[in-house]
């Protein structure tokens, strides 16, 4: 059976949340910018995200090329971290605070479900990396 297409598929899934990942930092930080002046620990969060970022879009280009399978790997897993972790702040963080939700606009909670869907479709690239690794042998650099 070819199974060619489980690398490109989560290489092409890795740079897109890469680029996802930058995007966003990049724009959270651009509007922490306006909120706080100086430095915040909201902005260390978003630069991390563009690093995380950077990381996933290097590691889909070399699951593309099929080399350096753990790389590739590592940056499937870095790509379901980042929407995990927003749920977890948005979603869990405010159980504890039931009157949150209360106050919470309509957009708000459906984004949240929006990038929980987002999140779960992650796993799909760490899946197809585990699944690709003998189509990665004898291309060890």
Excluded at 27 to 44: C, E, L, N, P, Q
Excluded at 58 to 76: C, D, I, Q, T
Excluded at 86 to 99: D, E, G, H, T
Aim: one cysteine or more.
């Amino acid at each position: 059976m070819n199974k060619k297409w489980m690398p490109i598929t989560a290489g092409v899934l890795d740079i897109l949340y890469g680029v996802g990942e930058v995007l966003g930092g990049s724009f959270d930080i651009t509007a922490s910018r306006f909120i706080v002046s100086g430095i915040d620990w909201r902005k260390i969060v978003f630069a991390l995200l563009i690093a995380v970022g950077v990381l996933v879009i290097v590691s889909g280009v070399y699951a593309l090329k099929r080399r350096m399978w753990w790389l590739a790997l590592v940056g499937s897993i870095f790509a379901f971290i980042p929407p995990a972790l927003y749920i977890w702040v948005w979603v869990c963080w405010p159980l504890f605070k039931p009157s949150y939700l209360l106050h919470a606009h309509l957009l708000e909670i459906l984004g949240v479900l929006l990038l929980g869907f987002i999140g779960i479709l992650a796993i799909f690239p760490i899946v197809l990396m585990v699944l690709s690794r003998k189509q990665f042998a004898g291309k060890q650099v």
